[in-house]
């Protein structure tokens, strides 16, 4: 089983899978539940708009309700570095799930919190922030000593695909959820994902092991296969303590990486925080609707980043492109057609079939991205893999509470097609900025320092 799919290795990456599922799933579920928590009458009559749906409990206007999308990230963005440093040094095992446990824990809070105080249940997003932000670059720490260059691919391409599975499948249940009596409707929502993360962390501790050889399961012979081809990456903790922090700081190819992170980033976590709000708003989708209109374009792109990653690989395989050469191609495929589509918007906004069709054309072009920058860390330093993806991560996740800021900026007083139209023409800027500034500065070389 050394090579094959039901290996040690990629049985990791199935559980890390549904790991990344399960942070997906705590981080977008309240996107959903607010339309059923916020009193819509209350919203019309402080907007100057003519919306209709449910009456919620809570009187939160445009503003608040941004703040509250947003308060997430505030805590997520304050642990990216230390959790890359810190799984470098320990390992990611108990740091990714000790993560994931601390958010589903404060999921299941989430409905005594909102109904307790507004700022309570911010504090408590905060707290969830915080507690995923070890997450990512845990996993990137992990798959540094478990990954061989042959199968880096398909193993990252697999464990982050999760993410976008977890935004598919928790949608559209929080719609469902939030459309039935279960549990009091919108607080389901929260009870059923926090119990199912702490399922999984579960599962999680038992099963996974920070490198290859603490794992009590695996054969002798994919242990020796992984460690002929995969360099430890740290001997000893002198080598943590010596990580060359300035240089990767002056990287220009760090900060290509890091640009095209946070430009990623800003259309794909507004459209994440705020997609079911316009579709309820604008264009007027119930709340059962909105659930599976706005994880359609995730499960496309959820098929896309795997297809773009097999893309990638053939083309460097076969010597059709370098390795510099792909990551910028897959890079440019990645946001500048989402580009095209946010400035294209303006023509389709009246027509909904096509607004969604090009919601979910500009998600699918985006999974080639994960074959551009978000793998680039492990080809300019894959000994500091954790760490630059813990830096590139802090800036893309500005974004995650900005975005959401500017929507709650523009449509607070007016939520009408032509405020959101400006929220459109903002991604695109952003997103052509980030496709320049990495074709310019980027590269698929090693870097010396590493």
């Given at each position: 089983l050394v090579g094959t799919w039901l290996s040690t290795r990629f049985s990791l990456a199935y559980l890390a899978f549904f790991g990344?599922?399960?942070?997906?799933?705590?981080?977008?579920?309240?996107?959903?539940?607010?339309?059923?928590?916020?009193?819509?009458?209350?919203?019309?009559?402080?907007?100057?708009?003519?919306?209709?749906?449910?009456?919620?409990?809570?009187?939160?206007?445009?503003?608040?309700?941004?703040?509250?999308?947003?308060?997430?990230?505030?805590?997520?963005?304050?642990?990216?570095?230390?959790?890359?440093?810190?799984?470098?040094?320990f390992g990611g095992k108990w740091l990714f799930g000790g993560g994931v446990l601390c958010t589903s824990v404060l999921t299941l809070l989430t409905p005594v919190a909102a109904r307790t105080s507004f700022a309570l249940?911010?504090?408590?997003?905060?707290l969830e922030g915080i507690g995923e932000g070890v997450t990512f670059?845990?996993?990137h720490a992990m798959w540094g000593s478990w990954a061989p260059p042959v199968d880096r691919s398909r193993l990252v391409s697999v464990t982050y695909a999760g993410s976008q599975f977890g935004?598919?499948?928790?949608?559209?249940?929080?719609?469902?959820?939030?459309?039935?009596?279960?549990?009091?409707?919108?607080?389901?929502?929260?009870?059923?994902?926090?119990?199912?993360?702490?399922?999984?962390?579960?599962?999680?501790?038992?099963?996974?092991?920070?490198?290859?050889?603490?794992?009590?399961?695996?054969?002798?012979?994919?242990?020796?296969?992984i460690q002929s081809n995969v360099e430890p990456v740290f001997s000893s903790k002198d080598e943590v303590l010596s990580v060359p922090w300035w240089e990767i700081a002056t990287s220009k190819r760090v900060w290509a990486i890091s640009i095209a992170h946070f430009c990623n980033n800003w259309g794909f976590y507004t459209l994440l925080t705020c997609l079911p709000t316009y579709l309820k708003d604008v264009l007027k989708f119930d709340i059962q609707q909105d659930g599976f209109m706005s994880a359609l374009p995730y499960l496309v792109m959820w098929i896309t980043i795997n297809l773009f990653g097999?893309?990638?690989?053939?083309?460097?395989?076969?010597?059709?492109?370098?390795t510099t050469q792909t990551r910028k191609t897959m890079?440019?495929?990645?946001?500048?057609?989402?580009?095209?589509?946010?400035?294209?918007y303006r023509i389709i906004i009246l027509q909904i079939l096509h607004a969604i069709s090009m919601i979910c054309l500009a998600t699918a072009f985006s999974g080639a991205a994960f074959s551009g920058f978000n793998t680039n860390h492990v080809d300019i330093g894959?000994?500091?893999?954790?760490?630059?993806?813990?830096?590139?991560?802090?800036?893309?996740?500005?974004?995650?509470?900005?975005?959401?800021?500017v929507v709650g900026l523009l449509t607070e007083h007016n939520v009408s097609k032509d405020q959101w139209q400006i929220v459109f023409y903002?991604?695109?800027?952003?997103?052509?900025?980030?496709?320049?500034?990495?074709?310019?500065?980027?590269?698929?070389?090693e870097q010396p320092w590493n």
């Open positions: 990344f599922m399960n942070v997906y799933a705590l981080r977008v579920n309240l996107s959903v539940a607010i339309l059923s928590m916020v009193n819509s009458t209350y919203m019309a009559s402080h907007n100057n708009s003519n919306i209709s749906g449910d009456t919620g409990e809570f009187n939160w206007d445009a503003h608040k309700r941004s703040l509250v999308l947003g308060a997430f990230f505030y805590g997520y963005i304050l642990t990216q570095l230390p959790g890359g440093y810190l799984a470098s040094r249940l911010i504090v408590v997003r905060v670059p845990a996993m935004t598919v499948v928790a949608q559209p249940i929080s719609g469902i959820l939030c459309a039935s009596t279960f549990l009091g409707g919108w607080p389901s929502v929260f009870y059923v994902f926090g119990s199912l993360g702490v399922l999984w962390c579960i599962v999680w501790f038992i099963f996974a092991h920070s490198t290859p050889d603490k794992h009590p399961r695996i054969s002798p012979a994919e242990l020796h296969f097999l893309l990638a690989d053939y083309l460097r395989q076969h010597n059709i492109l370098n890079n440019a495929i990645g946001l500048f057609l989402k580009l095209v589509y946010n400035m294209y894959s000994r500091y893999a954790g760490i630059l993806m813990g830096i590139t991560n802090t800036w893309a996740t500005i974004p995650g509470f900005a975005g959401p800021a903002i991604s695109a800027a952003v997103y052509l900025f980030g496709v320049v500034a990495y074709t310019l500065l980027g590269t698929g070389k």
